[in-house]
């Protein structure tokens, strides 16, 4: 018998998986004749490219195709688990039309966004049923969404807002609910469609942009974000825009920079300052009178304002602030200064 | 309780300001994107010199700040040909200074493919110019390329090495440019380390190049040590007799030196000097370079090694 040594182990197992993955068959990029609801794109020339060059990405790796389907067992077993939940909530309901098709047409009346929605629910005595789209995304983007509006907080995950609006005005709903996958309990986010309207309509309109410069066979300008093309798949392949980026400000008022030597003298003296005040403080609490060397030290007790709200009180004023919390993506400014 | 009570009083800020009813003084000649003529600053007299110094500060400041917001992983290190350490900044670590520097890319052509003697291999080409929007400095032809035999692409076969090859040219030009104009081509190991003083960044995380042993050394086999020793010529641990590892010297905090192989399970700490064996043939030559990038060139944009002290 031969013997296999531990890295050779592991070595035939990573083997045998890609093996395995590659064999589900691999969904090959390929071209496009419509908008897909989950590819709203800030650049434009993206969207157009998806249309025309779709088939001259790159197949995906082995990696890649095994996130797809660790992405789609989650979605199949939540909504597996959704079913099996509504039967037993109050009112019950139950999953209907999965994997849907639905169009939606443009001003020219053609065909310009389609997708699936993954499912609706419905509830009991009632037509038509409110649609569900289930995401499965990495737990460092869904960490960050609590409500439809975080969705916009980050470029991955801010074309599964417009996914789900886009399904909501084609199956003709107000509401609609996005599942996201977390690591414990699964998050159900209620979207509305008509605070959003503007948001779909400018999809929309992005949507039979790119369908006319598909069939005029032209493209648009670039995009002047280069960000936007570090994350594009056809930059440097057949999409090759120029970059510009901002630079830093160079400041060169000399006031400011004394100030900011000045600054950085005084942090070391600061800091201790700040650790001997604590520390004294604490060493002499409560003391009203007392001498040390050639310093007298004099406290005294001051009127305090405490609010005893009841512990229930509390409780549902943390449940009012965490309703409307909300993230503001430039809401703070950190400043940190660095000498070098 | 007054602050005064600690000790001595605070010592007054005192910090330059400009009186009431007076505007700044010219300061915008201190930014070196500012263009000004010779004539012009002598003209300004001791203002001139003023001038210029602050200019070279920014600029030296800049290109610190450029350094540490790279990552050592950004770095090749190479030697030159007296020996010293250099640092070759990849085009993954271009990525991250172009901001700072107002880096623009401009009149990009279309990637040319050439075809290998082989008739299989084949190299795509791409040209451009580029801009700093801090110095106001233009390059122009400035060349990327990439070839099917690069080792970045050795796993990949069919319009997939055709896509990444072309990719990587693009992401090569874009580099080729920062480098440029950032000057970040070629930069003393030294500087390195100082720019990354007081972070947890260290050029031991550099990648190794030329002048650091052979391809399959760099990459860890059987192994390359020191200058050309190998781990079969590890000497024993002189306190328990096991093997000993060789460990690399580390910029201004310790020389290289043997460290018995069980100093990480904590059974045995010894350790012993290095001594460097004296050179045979010198290391090993090489032109390649790791992750996709082609490195420092042996012909770039016209200027020959030797003119840029590889």
Redo the contacts between chains.
Sequence with gaps: MTLISKRGIADIISDAWIAFIEAEGRSAPHKREYVYASSRRECLRRMVLEMTEGD????FDANTLAKFRRGNDRERDLLNDLSNIGRNSDPPFEVVAQQQRFELKDKKGRVCIVGKTDARIRFERTEGGIPVEVKAWSPFLTNRIERFEDLALSPWTKPGAFQLLAYLLGAGEPVGILLLDMSGLPLPIPVELEPNLDMIESFLQKAEAALDHKEASTLPPFIED?SEC?RCPF???VC?????????T?I????FE??LV?REE?KQAAKE?SD??KA??KAVYGTEHAVAGN?????KWRQKTVYDVPAKKQEAYEKLRQANKRIEPKGSFVLEV?K? | ?E?E??GNPP?K??????PEGEE?RD??M????REVGLAELAARKGEGLAIIE?RAK?LE??R??AI?ATSPEDWLLFRDKVGAVIGYLQDCGC?RV??????????????EKVSGEDGESFTYL?MGGGY???THQTVESIEGGRSSNDDFVRDKHG??LE??V??????NL?GNITRELAGLKSVPLGELNE?WKDSNKTSADCRLGRGFGSGAERQGADVQTGAGVTQSKAPKCPKCGGPMKFVKAKEGKYEAFWSCAKYQSGDCTAARPYVEPPAENGPEPSTEAPDGDPGPQEEDQGVSRDDVNF
């Design positions: 001259k990405l790159p197949e280069p570090q930059y440097g392949s090759n825009p120029p970059l510009k980026h901002e630079g830093a160079v060169t008022d000399p006031a004394a100030s000045r005084l300052y001997l005040d004294i403080k310093f007298v030290l004099e406290g660095t070098l | 309780m602050d009570t600690l010592t800020v005192e910090v330059e300001t400009v700044r300061l915008p201190e930014h070196p994107g602050a920014i400041t800049l610190k700040a540490r990525d172009r901001d700072l520097y107002g880096i623009e890319v401009q009149n990009v052509g279309r990637p791409i700093c929007g801090i319009v997939e896509l990444a072309r990719k990587a040219a693009r992401a874009d720019a």
